[in-house]
């Protein structure tokens, strides 16, 4: 299956004022602390890494750990000049990789 | 005039005395499942649309959009040949319709697809449907949850009737109502469904836990539809 995100963004967004960025990927964020129903230690599968890139350049990241919860929710306030792109990165254990991007609309 | 009175305080007392789960959270967990934006069904319902119009004999083919189906979720258990509740209506429609293999119970598909339907009867009054098959399984479902069972000796009706708005440990217990199925809980970190929150709870008592889709299960949850008849449903619920 597909990985899949949700990411909110503001219908309209005007120049030099903040908004709102909200961004949800599906993830298990297996800790690597747990056990199955076999008694096996599951193996660790977090993502641990989040990079908002506005038209290239990084305007927010975050480290996440085995303390964040499945399907990790970042939401984070971000002020643009001028329209453009933004793109969504998350990157983990076991290779995981996934981009989306948006176009910023301006009121 | 004095009766009419009387009856009217009577039936006011009576509609207050029922509260979903989603009035008796903290004010946190109310608001991330009333923002759409914040839902943490969200991915889930992307999934159900994406699979909704999946193949040749889709969901879609035959249903159209899925707001089509607002009021559908509404009306179950039904009976259908046997009891039917509405995840057990997608999967026979899977089968018999799509020619595909049911999915496993509890399959992220499958409530991902449950939760879309239910989702378009947001705000519709659970009307569960009548009959005599329904009539004898709710009567049945009654008894279940009127039952002392399990190591600890409880019913349901102890904790959910009796002993509601108290609280176990820490946790609110809540009145039980079935109106935001299936729920995304916290504690799962996932969707579940209504037969999930059953099992968990008859685990919590140290009963033995019902297989899935068997029919104590359905008749529970055919009593507890109409335990709840008449509540606004706001399904996919988020539960602590």
């Known amino acids: 299956m597909a990985t899949r995100a949700v990411i909110t963004l503001p219908a309209a967004i005007k120049a030099g004022e903040p ?80 981009r989306e991007t948006r176009p910023l609309n301006f009121a | 005039m004095r009766a009419w009175l009387l009856l009217v305080v009577a039936l006011v007392a009576h509609a207050d005395e029922r509260r979903s789960g989603r009035d008796t959270m903290s004010p946190a967990l109310r608001t991330l499942q009333a923002d759409d934006a914040q839902h943490p069904a969200q991915l889930a319902l992307a999934l159900g649309r994406e699979l909704w119009r999946e193949g040749a004999r889709s969901c879609a083919s035959c249903h159209g959009e899925p707001e089509k189906l607002r009021g559908a979720a509404t009306r179950y258990p039904a009976w259908d040949h046997g009891l039917v509740d509405l995840p057990g209506r997608i999967q026979r429609c899977r089968v018999r319709h799509q020619g595909q293999l049911a999915w496993p119970p509890e399959a992220e598909p499958l409530l991902a697809l449950t939760a879309l339907v239910a989702q378009q009867s947001r705000g519709l009054p659970l009307t569960p449907p009548r009959g005599p098959e329904l009539d004898a399984a709710a009567k049945r479902g009654r008894s279940l949850y009127m039952t002392r069972t399990g190591a600890l000796n409880l019913s349901c009706a102890q904790c959910h009737d009796e002993r509601a708005s108290l609280r176990l440990g820490g946790s609110l217990i809540p009145q039980g109502h079935v109106d935001d199925y299936p729920v995304y809980r916290l504690e799962w970190q996932a969707l579940g469904s209504l037969q999930r929150r059953l099992r968990g709870c008859l685990n919590g008592v140290r009963a033995r836990v019902p297989e899935w889709d068997s029919a104590e299960l359905l008749e529970l949850e055919t009593y507890l539809a109409r335990r709840s008849a008449g509540m606004a449903m706001q399904p996919p619920g988020v539960r602590p």
């Open chain 1, 19 to 98: 908004f709102e960025v909200r961004a949800t990927v599906a993830h298990a964020m297996e800790t690597g602390y747990r056990t199955g129903d076999d008694g096996a230690r599951l193996p660790r599968d977090l993502v641990r890494r989040f990079e908002c890139r506005l038209d290239g350049e990084l305007v927010f990241s975050a480290d996440l750990f085995a303390a964040v919860s499945a399907n990790p929710y970042l939401a984070f306030w971000l002020r643009a000049s001028k329209p453009g792109e933004i793109s969504f990165t998350w990157r983990g254990d076991k290779g995981f990789e996934h």
